[in-house]
Nanobody, 126 residues
């Protein structure tokens, strides 16, 4: 059974940092792309970043480029999202998701992903 469990969210002031973790099970990171997504109140879920091993690719949406870093630890079956220089507009519920494939194909498009975690809240105060 595929499972993804996010953690690391919280309340932080603008300019601060957080590191989110996505612990995965039931599949291997060698064959799956893992993406991070977020959803602000009243808004649609949007892609943030993607990582995949088969094409050795990391991908970022423009609003987070240069501030967020995605990484993976295959031994721990965990994907991380290091977030720095946080802004109030980064506030939302952050989800990780996975799909068999590569970021070159699935990018950070929510409808391309099959498995989702339950989410972790990130709140950035101004």
């Amino acid at each position: 059974e595929v499972q993804l469990v996010e953690s690391g969210g919280g309340l932080v002031q603008a300019g601060g940092s957080l590191r989110l973790s996505c612990i995965t099970s039931g599949f291997t990171l060698d064959d799956f792309a893992v993406g991070w997504f977020r959803q602000a109140p009243g808004k649609e879920r949007e892609g943030v970043s993607c990582i995949s091993s088969r094409d050795n690719l990391t991908y970022y949406k423009d609003p987070v480029k240069g501030r967020f870093t995605i990484s993976s630890d295959h031994a721990q079956n965990t994907v991380y999202l290091q977030m720095t220089s946080l802004k109030p507009e980064d506030t939302g519920v952050y989800y990780c998701a996975s799909v068999r494939g590569i970021c070159t194909v699935v990018a950070a498009l929510p409808w391309m992903y099959d498995y989702w975690g339950q989410g972790t809240q990130v709140t950035v105060s101004s």
